[in-house]
């Protein structure tokens, strides 16, 4: 009996020593990236591109792979939606519950899901050196659109498979065909679509394994889809491989702000799901 | 108390306001034969050999125990059923004398024909307006003001212009729940059925709401063929002209409901309408 | 055409249109795969695929690719992290779920939340920060003369706290799937709380803790930015800790720009994606299977 609930004792305090070494963990990656990151961390850096000596710790800032990380988010998550949307309308719409295909595409998502995207990386690649093109915005937005495909996607069929019966039998004795009944769907689903793209660009973001070869870099902000865009990820790669202290310091900003905008995004989704949640129609 | 009586006045004044529609349906059309059919889902028999006949321009009340299969039945009238995986369904089902299930018949074009009152209010995920203004634009009203003209027409027909009407592009969903069935009724009638489909139309309902769908019925049956499944018997006595009853998927008892509720012929039906089962 | 069928036509032609995209979703994870085998081909044309696996000399210029550093070096760095993780998730999982209070349980779903939220390349950056020097000057000086703290063990324990949160998410959803009753009875025998956990819920979930752990591996595997800025990427198979190592992910990212330049470089470097897209597809195909018969089987439970 002693045996036993000594046992019990010894299991819950490393029960409790794991959940805090978590959030110790947590606590002090937020603490380094402060301590390095926010000294360096200023309105030039958010507001200017790269100056001429930008790379031995002189003026300049990294607006130029903010903008780049956005823009290919934007255009990744367009790309995205346009393949996703179709594929989970029809799965839910056109395919019954039991459908072997629809098992079997849900699979392929997880599987999908699965892929490092270092992966869909070098598959991009290799798909534009065949097609001819050079790392560039363009490039970017396909392969992180890969990436995010099967987030999105998953997310996406989730809320669209609670999508009411009751309200799917409304709609259809109105006499709308399957296709006309799209357009209810996606009002219903809305906030949960918000949801998905805001977790799939979340994820994405901060990834930068996929834009290493396809985008590029440059310290310019990108005016048209051929040219090369300077990432996030990259920019904090990069600059902490600098022999330079500054250069280092300003790649822990970088981690800093890329951190926060993941934060930000997290935040969002969480919002909309809540909101979608309160105005679900049962 | 004072709630009733008032609303009974509102009623009342409705009820003496002609019902003007916007379109006018064949007044002698609008039957429908059922000859049969049987339904199974899976395995399972839900319905077997049924038989009915449902007069035009009367309200027919499918009436029996829970579990009958009187939902089953007034799915596959509009065809809702074959939405079910697994459901299989034989007969034949005349809608004016041709068989809705022939191939070759365009499902959505039956379904436009008979409008669905579901047993809970599923008003769409939209404004008040678009509620209404979806369907009606699904078959072919085009044109701002002519969507507006039919909209505003079948709220008043329902009785809820003057509670809606500066409410109209706020979300159905923020109505009441005797508003949302009477709006999904609106919604219902805009795409011009001949046939009105009540599924339990009020049993979500609290008993003023009921009440005027109820008296909407009653004023329809005029314009329109109506059928209804409900399991308050009261509610059958009141508004039915035709009764149907069933038990275990067949049809028992079938004929006018003073024939039906108040003489009735089988031992079962007499069983049910004196409660010894529900 | 009147307006029924032209309806009709344009819910059919709907239909094939999502049709034809569903195909392509499907099809990618084979276009994926074939395009890489195509492009990987001639390496393998050249020598056989256990050679190469087996091969422990990486000389592109004399046309050598061995890639068992890579494969060790993955299998280092992938095994430190799942070894310093389980337990960690393990005994966290557990407790948020079987124990923590309410209060508690937010702050650490909030907390393991930003941890899962923070990118890879910033979980590197750290890793460079604090456990790269923590490694050299605390750890390393006890074992060996000299480290520089780039090292499998460095990258292990980036990774493992990089997987933590998925483990601690997907434990928690297998705990939740053992029925509470099959708890309070084995409470009611007069089973300490501990024992019921080990012997219940433990017991009954480990074909779900077991699922999860591989598809932590998989995840593991795949990772690039984060293990390749700490894990020195040294040609080498590691003999220790504190070794270097040079894992599959970082061999990709770092060569990718100069492959072009050799023969046969570009086809190893597709080999190395491809191996590790079997690798993932296998892993990952079986924990999925097997998490979906756990939901199936207490979901057919009242």
Redesign the interface.
């Known amino acids: 009996m002693r045996l036993?609930?000594l046992?019990?004792k010894i299991?819950?305090i490393?029960?409790?020593?794991?959940?805090c070494?978590?959030?110790g963990?947590?606590l002090?990656?937020v603490y380094?990236?402060l301590r390095?990151g926010l000294p360096a961390l200023s309105w030039e850096m958010i507001t200017t591109v790269p100056g001429g000596g930008f790379y031995l710790g002189k003026e300049g800032g990294l607006l130029n792979a903010i903008v780049g990380s956005l823009m290919i988010m934007a255009g990744a998550t367009i790309l995205s939606l346009a393949?996703?949307v179709?594929?989970v309308?029809?799965?839910n719409l056109?395919l019954?519950?039991?459908s072997r295909?629809a098992y079997?595409?849900r699979?392929?998502?997880?599987?999908?899901?699965?892929?490092?995207?270092?992966?869909?990386?070098?598959?991009g690649?290799?798909?534009m050196v065949f097609l001819g093109l050079r790392a560039s915005l363009t490039g970017g937005m396909i392969v992180v659109s890969?990436l995010i495909?099967p987030i999105m996607?998953r997310a996406m069929d989730e809320v669209a498979a609670m999508f009411?019966k009751?309200?799917?039998?409304?709609?259809?004795?109105?006499?709308?065909?399957?296709?006309?009944m799209?357009r209810?769907v996606l009002?219903?689903i809305a906030p949960g679509i918000a949801t998905a793209c805001l977790l799939s660009v979340?994820r994405a973001?901060?990834?930068?394994?996929a834009v290493?070869?396809t985008a590029g870099y440059t310290d310019s902000i990108p005016t048209s889809p051929g040219q090369p865009a300077a990432t996030l990820?990259l920019a904090?790669?990069f600059q902490?491989s600098s022999p330079v202290p500054q250069v280092q310091d300003r790649?822990?900003a970088a981690?800093l702000i890329?951190?926060i905008i993941?934060?930000v995004l997290?935040v969002l989704s969480r919002w909309f799901a809540h909101k979608y949640q309160k105005?679900k129609?049962s | 108390m004072i709630a009733t009586s008032l609303s009974s006045v509102l009623l009342r004044e409705e009820v003496s306001a002609p019902l003007e529609l916007l379109h006018a349906p064949n007044m002698d059309a609008a039957t429908l034969k059922v000859r049969n059919l049987n339904v199974h889902i899976g395995e399972q028999s839900i319905l077997r050999d049924v038989h009915v006949h449902i007069p035009s321009h009367k309200i027919t009340c499918i009436i029996g125990p829970s579990g009958c299969g009187k939902s089953t039945l007034l799915k596959t009238f509009?065809r809702?059923l074959e939405?079910q995986?697994g459901a299989r369904i034989t007969g034949e089902l005349l809608l004016n004398g041709e068989n809705i299930y022939r191939e070759g018949v365009e499902v959505?074009?039956v379904?436009?024909r008979?409008?669905?009152l579901?047993?809970?209010p599923?008003?769409?995920?939209?404004s008040v307006y678009e509620n209404i203004a979806?369907?009606c634009r699904?078959?072919g009203t085009r044109g701002r003001r002519k969507v507006m003209r039919k909209v505003v027409h079948y709220l008043q027909a329902t009785g809820l212009w003057d509670e809606v009407r500066d409410r109209l592009h706020t979300?159905a969903?923020r109505l009441s729940i005797g508003q949302q069935q009477r709006l999904?009724l609106a919604?219902?009638l805009a795409?011009e059925p001949e046939i009105i489909?009540a599924d339990e139309a009020t049993s979500a309902l609290d008993p003023i709401s009921s009440r005027i769908i109820e008296d909407l019925f009653l004023r329809l049956r005029q314009q329109y063929t109506i059928i209804m499944v409900t399991h308050t018997l009261s509610q059958a006595v009141r508004i039915a002209d035709h009764v149907i009853f069933m038990y275990l998927g067949r049809v028992v008892e079938e004929g006018p409901a003073s024939e039906v509720l108040h003489h009735p012929k089988h031992k079962l039906t007499q069983e049910y309408l004196s409660g010894s089962f529900s | 055409m009147n307006r029924t069928s032209v309806?009709?036509f344009?819910?059919r032609a709907?239909?094939g249109?999502?049709?034809l995209?569903?195909m392509?979703?499907?099809m990618?994870?084979l276009v994926?795969a074939s395009?890489?085998f195509v492009?990987a081909y001639p390496i393998l044309k050249q020598s056989s695929l256990w050679s190469l696996l087996t091969g422990a000399v990486w000389a592109p210029i004399r046309g050598f690719f061995g890639f068992l550093p890579f494969i060790s070096g993955t299998l280092w760095v992938t095994g430190i992290a799942i070894v310093l993780a389980l337990?960690?998730?393990l005994?966290?999982g557990?407790?948020?779920s079987e124990?923590?209070p309410s209060s508690?349980r937010k702050?650490?779903f909030s907390?393991?939340?930003?941890?899962s939220?923070?990118?890879?390349?910033?979980?590197?950056?750290?890793g460079?920060?604090?456990v790269v020097p923590f490694i050299a000057e605390w750890v390393a000086p006890y074992f060996v003369e000299y480290s520089s703290g780039y090292s499998v063990l460095s990258a292990g324990i980036v990774l493992g706290?990089m997987i933590?949160p998925l483990l601690?998410s997907l434990f928690g959803e297998v705990f939740s799937t053992v029925p509470k009753e099959i708890r309070d009875s084995a409470l009611s025998l007069g089973a300490?709380?501990?024992?019921t956990t080990k012997k219940v819920v433990l017991k009954s979930s480990l074909p779900g803790i077991f699922a999860a752990t591989v598809?932590a591996i998989?995840?593991a595997?795949?990772?690039?930015?984060a293990v390749l800025?700490v894990c020195g990427n040294v040609v080498q198979i590691p003999a220790s800790l504190l070794d270097a190592g040079y894992p599959l992910?970082a061999l990709?990212?770092n060569n990718?720009?100069e492959m072009a330049s050799l023969p046969g470089y570009e086809a190893a470097?597709?080999l190395a994606?491809l191996i590790?897209?079997g690798i993932?597809?296998v892993?990952?195909?079986l924990s999925?299977?097997l998490l979906l018969r756990i939901g199936r089987k207490y979901a057919l439970q009242p």
């Open positions: 036993k609930l046992e019990q299991f819950r490393l029960m409790i020593g794991a959940s070494l978590v959030l963990v947590l002090m990656i380094a990236l390095r393949l996703s179709p594929v309308m029809f799965l056109y019954d519950k039991t295909l079997l595409v699979l392929s998502f997880d599987v999908l899901l699965g892929v490092p995207s270092i992966v869909y990386g070098a598959f690649f290799m798909v890969l495909f996607a009411p009751e309200m799917k039998e409304a709609t259809l004795s109105l006499g709308a065909t399957k296709f006309e799209v209810v009002r219903q979340g973001i901060g990834d930068a394994a290493l070869f990820p904090i790669f902490l790649a822990y981690a890329l951190t993941v934060l997290s105005n129609v | 509009n809702l939405t995986p959505i074009d379904r436009k008979m409008g669905l579901s047993q809970r599923c008003p769409l995920p939209m979806f369907g699904l078959h979300p969903s999904c919604r219902g795409v489909l | 309806r009709v344009l819910s709907a239909g249109y999502m049709f995209a569903t392509l979703a499907l990618l994870l994926i395009g890489l492009k337990p960690v998730s005994l966290t557990i407790y948020l124990y923590a508690v702050i650490a907390a393991l939340d930003i941890l939220g923070i990118p890879p390349v910033v979980y590197g950056a750290w460079v920060l604090v706290i933590i601690v300490t709380s501990w024992q598809l998989s995840r595997l795949g990772e690039t930015i800025m992910p990709i990212a990718y720009g470097l597709m994606a590790l897209l993932v597809i892993f990952n195909t999925r299977i």
